[in-house]
C-alpha cells in the first residue's frame, strides 16, 4: 500500500513523478515479457512432444501456426489487461494527486486500439481457418464434420470479441465516468478533487488537462480569496 509505504513517503516529488510515468508507460513494457514467454513456450512446447511421439511434418504444422494465433489476439488483451489492473494502483491517493505534464506521458491512442484489436481478431479468424484449409486439403487433418468445426470456431470467435471489447472499453468507460463525475462537481464549485489518471489515450490527456485547468482555478481562487481578506483589512483601517 503506497499510502502507508514509508519508502515511497520519503522519495522526492520529481521521483514521485517518475514513478507514475514508468506505471503508465508498464502495459507496453510488459508486452516485452509477454513475447519472450509465448517464443519460448511454443518451441519448448513442441520439443516436448517430439520427445515422448515420434516427429513428422503433420504434428509440427500447429506450432507453425501458433505464433499467428496467439500473438495478435493475446497480445492486444494482455495490454488492456494490464492497464485494467493497474487502475487500482494509480487511483491511490499518493499517486493520483501528483500532477503530470502531457509532454511526459506517451500516447497510445483510441485510433490505434481499435485498429490491433480488429486486426488481432481477423488475424484469428483468418490463421485457424486457414490452418483448417490447409490441413484439410493436405491430410493433415481429418475433419468429420465441416459444419460443426465451423460452427465451433465461430463461438469461439464470439466469445474473443466479447472478451476482447470489454477490455477495451473498461478503461474508456472509467475514464469517462471519472471525468463526467468531476464536470458534476465543478459544476458545484467543487474544486478539492481531481480526475485520476489511469491510461495514456486521448481521454487520459485529456484528465490531464482538466487536472491542470482545476489546479488554475484553485490558484486563481486563492488568490480573490487573498486579495478580498487584504481589503477587507484596509476598509477596517479606514
Not at 519460448?40 to 503433420?58: C, E, M, N, Q, Y
Not at 470467435?157 to 473498461?170: C, D, E, P, Q, Y
Not at 486521448?202 to 487573498?226: C, D, M, P, W
Request: hydrophobic share 50%; proline share 4%; glycine share 4%.
Amino acid at each position: 500500500n503506497l499510502t502507508d509505504d514509508i519508502s515511497f513517503n520519503n522519495l522526492s516529488y520529481d521521483k514521485k513523478n517518475d514513478l507514475k510515468v514508468q506505471l503508465l508507460k508498464f502495459p507496453r513494457l510488459n508486452l516485452i515479457y509477454f513475447f519472450m514467454q509465448w517464443s519460448l513456450g511454443i518451441p519448448l512446447a513442441g520439443v516436448t512432444l517430439f520427445l515422448f511421439v515420434d516427429f513428422s511434418i503433420k504434428k509440427m504444422m500447429p506450432y507453425c501456426f501458433l505464433p499467428l494465433l496467439i500473438y495478435p489476439i493475446l497480445g492486444v488483451s494482455h495490454y488492456y489487461l494490464t492497464e485494467i489492473n493497474l487502475v487500482k494502483v494509480l487511483t491511490l491517493p499518493q499517486l493520483a494527486k501528483i500532477d503530470l505534464d502531457t509532454n511526459s506521458v506517451p500516447v497510445v491512442g483510441i485510433i490505434p486500439r481499435v485498429f490491433l484489436s480488429m486486426i488481432s481478431v481477423f488475424s484469428l479468424s483468418t490463421t485457424t481457418l486457414g490452418y483448417l484449409l490447409i490441413g484439410k486439403s493436405k491430410g493433415y487433418l481429418l475433419l468429420e464434420n465441416a459444419s460443426i468445426t465451423l460452427f465451433l470456431l465461430t463461438v469461439f470467435l464470439v466469445i474473443a470479441i466479447i472478451i476482447l471489447s470489454w477490455l477495451f472499453g473498461k478503461t474508456l468507460k472509467l475514464n469517462t465516468e471519472n471525468m463526467v463525475s468531476q464536470y458534476h462537481a465543478l459544476s458545484d464549485g467543487n474544486l478539492k478533487n481531481i480526475v485520476p489518471l489511469i491510461s495514456i489515450d486521448e481521454l487520459g490527456h485529456g484528465s490531464i488537462a482538466l487536472n491542470a485547468f482545476i489546479y488554475k482555478l484553485r490558484q486563481i481562487t486563492s488568490n480573490v480569496t487573498q486579495e478580498a481578506i487584504h481589503l477587507s483589512n484596509d476598509s477596517k483601517i479606514l
